[in-house]
Nanobody, 123 residues
Framework: VQLQASGGGLVQAGGSLRLSCAAS????????MGWYRQAPGKQRELVAT??????????NYADSVKGRFTIYRENAKNTVSLQMNSLKPEDTAVYYC???????????????WGRGTQVTVSS
């Protein structure tokens, strides 16, 4: 199973970016998907997650991004995206995709991480 993230870059404060992550491999099912970030000198932290409990997904956001970021997924494509609006310099970090995936030939969900994508917000 691989998680391929894309969409990072450099943006001015107040701008927007959209991150996308596609899961590939012999996937039976995906439960939760989400985004985490790690700024220099800081621990990795949760940004947003979404599950498939309902058709629209149950979402969870860090307080620091509520009202500015929106996470959504396309179950048929095994993708999760993060729309980031009103970006602030403190949003600068490496963003990582994460997913709980049931891979064919296994008996349970396992947690996977994608390679990070850099988001830099200039003031």
């Amino acid at each position: 199973v691989q998680l391929q993230a894309s969409g990072g870059g450099l943006v001015q404060a107040g701008g927007s970016l959209r991150l996308s992550c596609a899961a590939s491999g012999s996937i039976v099912s995906i439960n939760a998907m989400g985004w985490y970030r790690q700024a220099p000198g800081k621990q990795r932290e949760l940004v947003a997650t979404i599950t498939t409990i309902t058709s629209s997904g149950s979402t969870n956001y860090a307080d620091s991004v509520k009202g500015r970021f929106t996470i959504y997924r396309e179950n048929a494509k095994n993708t999760v995206s993060l729309q980031m609006n009103s970006l602030k310099p403190e949003d600068t970090a490496v963003y990582y995709c994460n997913a709980d995936v049931w891979q064919a030939g296994t008996i349970s969900y396992r947690n996977y991480w994608g390679r990070g994508t850099q988001v830099t917000v200039s003031s």
